[in-house]
């Protein structure tokens, strides 16, 4: 069955008396441990289509259903809902809280799903030995190198078990080396049977994918499976 | 109702973690509230304490007494006029006693300050009231030792004398003071009776503690000339609800015996505590409303301060609302986080202002009496939550309306 189901979704903004029409007529279909690449140069509306897949906008028009649930017409307390059960955001600029510690940022969002104090902290420090940082758990992220704060992001992301990971430009704050770090990463969680959404505008970070969907003024350009794929094979965790 | 609760208590967590990074603001913020709530309870704790201490006051003086008196307590009328009247003299006394049916006791009563002695203790400036011993029975009076003097005592005009609670206490630390002579002016009186505490530090020289009581007859003949000083005439109602009457009365006898015709107004004032109360009352109201206006404007403008923090505090971190919302967090969820944070912030504040009001309270006790009230400890939390949610609930209101889109492009 699909995770991702989109038809003819268009997405118009009003600047002023001005009318952004930043996703036109985009439709596709995302399945299970899928590992797709969205691709565009600025302005190509995939900021838009990343924010529509994550639920943290709706469409003006069209379908979304997500496992079989239409969300289009959710509001705004069953897209958090969502959000929190569903969805796992890793962000370019990570998006910590950076008061507090990894700890305490990874079972966030097990604390909005309702997640007992015991429990969760277990959880939360099972995901953070996942990515490496099992020495880290205490530090607070203005501790932490850019890479490893990336990590964290990602073991929130993984915390909830959710149905997709939605990586926005993960890369995008990185060197190349530690980028490359995160890629590997990635791929772990792929391979784990996890199904990733990723957003990005280098086509060395694309190739990682299985399937990459360019985008292109608000429509899609081409949908293309990937025929040599890049599978980096040294492994730096225990992702499992 | 289980998961409000959870969220409830997670939401504190959160706004606790919130405050405890940012101490500085914190305690800044809290100082608003802090000052406010200990202004205002001080004020009320101050207040009441002057109201009980004035209440206990005149009771002790009894409320169903009439003063018949030269002089007005409470009139607008001319000075010069009532300095004109006759004096009231001992003679007039006696007539009214005889004439009026109703009161169950009509002193005469005149004052003098002197100085009191007792060996090397002396107290200055002492009330001295000279009466007949039917005065105890217009008042509420309470004994520590002794007794009153007698009508034998009172009209022989012996020299003895009854000591308020404070006298004894200076001139007797060992509470002796029993059948002791004191030197009062230059005579000798011996003391025959000695009041429990009555009183009531607001009613000054007037307050029983502070005065000595001897016969009439001996304050004319060692202090004031008999024919010099005028006297005043305690008239007690047989019961509360006869105290018109008996007014209506005395009016009307003091006429008789001043002499006067149908057509001359009265040379004399019937004075009663109710006109003191009223006094008091419109005084005292004043300065209560004016007293917790102005204490109500300190918390007031901590509340504003509180606002104007969270507002700040919600554009700061716009990013982390984001960040929250993109993670799960709903509306709710946001809007009971701040309101959780700006509600610790006052009830954190307002119970170290209660505290301070407290200790505040206690060491003004010693020169001024305080009363602190259950109910004024309850309205101060009660007002400090309050004030929380009140000036967290705009601020918050925005915080969790922002659309986590853009809240997390904003830097």
Redesign the interface.
């Known amino acids: 069955m699909n995770i991702i189901n989109i038809e003819h979704i268009a997405k118009i903004y009003h600047l002023g008396f001005e009318e952004v029409r930043a996703l036109s007529d985009v439709s596709l279909k995302i399945d299970k441990n899928e590992y797709v690449a969205i691709m565009g140069p600025s302005g190509s509306g995939k900021s838009t289509l990343m924010?529509m897949l994550?639920c943290?906008?709706t469409p003006t028009s069209g379908k979304y259903d997500f496992k079989g649930v239409s969300v289009s017409e959710m509001n705004?307390?069953e897209l958090?809902?969502i959000?929190?059960?569903e969805i796992g955001?890793v962000?370019q600029t990570f998006?910590?809280?950076?008061?507090?510690d990894a700890l305490h940022n990874v079972e966030?969002?097990l604390?909005?799903?309702?997640i007992s104090y015991a429990e969760r902290r277990e959880r939360a420090e099972k995901a953070l030995v996942d990515v490496g940082l099992g020495d880290r758990i205490k530090h607070k992220p203005n501790e932490l190198s850019g890479g490893q704060r990336q990590r964290v992001a990602v073991a929130?992301a993984l915390v909830t078990q959710p149905s997709i990971i939605l990586a926005d430009e993960p890369t995008g704050n990185l060197d190349s080396k530690t980028g490359e770090e995160i890629m590997q990463l990635l791929n772990e969680i792929h391979n784990n049977g996890n199904t990733i959404i990723l957003v990005t505008h280098e086509e060395y970070i694309a190739a990682h994918a299985a399937r990459i969907i360019r985008l292109k003024d608000g429509l899609v350009e081409k949908d293309e499976i990937v025929e040599r794929r890049y599978e980096p094979d040294t492994k730096i965790s225990g992702v499992n | 109702m289980r998961y409000i609760l959870f969220e409830l208590k997670e939401g504190l967590l959160i706004a606790l973690g919130a405050l405890r990074s940012n101490k500085v603001r914190t305690s800044l913020t809290m100082l608003g509230i802090f000052i406010g709530i200990t202004v205002v309870v001080l004020m009320s704790t101050a207040i009441k304490g002057i109201d009980n201490s004035f209440q206990q006051g005149i009771s002790a003086l009894g409320s169903d007494v009439l003063y018949i008196d030269k002089w007005a307590w409470f009139s607008n009328e001319d000075w010069w006029r009532l300095r004109n009247r006759d004096n009231i003299d001992m003679e007039d006394y006696e007539k009214f006693k005889e004439l009026a049916r109703l009161p169950v006791a009509v002193a005469p009563v005149i004052n003098s300050q002197q100085t009191v002695k007792y060996q090397d203790r002396r107290v200055e400036g002492v009330f001295l009231t000279g009466s007949s011993s039917d005065y105890v029975k217009t008042t509420n009076f309470t004994f520590d030792q002794g007794r009153f003097y007698s009508e034998i005592e009172s009209n022989a005009s012996r020299q003895v004398g009854v000591i308020g609670s404070e006298i004894a206490k200076e001139l007797f630390p060992r509470g002796d003071a029993l059948d002791k002579t004191i030197k009062i002016g230059g005579a000798n009186f011996k003391i025959v009776g000695v009041l429990s505490e009555q009183g009531s530090f607001i009613l000054g020289p007037w307050n029983p503690d502070n005065q000595v009581f001897i016969p009439i007859g001996s304050i004319f003949k060692n202090f004031v000339a008999q024919h010099r000083g005028t006297i005043t005439l305690n008239v007690r109602a047989p019961n509360p609800g006869l105290v018109e009457e008996t007014k209506a009365e005395a009016e009307g006898v003091m006429r008789k015996v001043r002499g006067l015709k149908y057509d001359e107004e009265n040379d004399f004032s019937i004075n009663q505590q109710e006109g003191l109360m009223e006094n008091y009352n419109s005084v005292v109201g004043v300065i209560q409303i004016a007293g917790l206006f102005i204490t109500g404007l300190s918390l007031f403008v901590g509340a504003i301060g509180i606002m104007n923090i969270m507002f700040v505090s919600v554009r700061e971190r716009t990013r982390e609302i984001g960040i929250r919302k993109a993670i799960g967090a709903r509306k709710r969820t946001i809007l009971s986080q701040f309101l959780l944070e700006s509600s610790a912030i006052c009830i954190l504040g307002g119970i170290a202002g209660l505290i301070a009001a407290i200790l505040g309270s206690m060491a003004l006790n010693q020169y001024f009496p305080t009363s602190i009230q259950v109910d004024a400890v309850i309205i101060a939390i009660g007002v400090s939550a309050i004030t929380g949610i009140l000036s967290g609930l705009a601020p918050a209101y925005t915080a969790s309306k922002l659309d986590p889109v853009e809240s997390l492009r904003y830097e």
């Open positions: 924010n994550g943290l906008d705004d307390n958090a809902r959000r929190n059960k955001f962000f998006n910590l809280l950076p008061r507090s966030l969002p604390i909005y799903s309702g929130r």
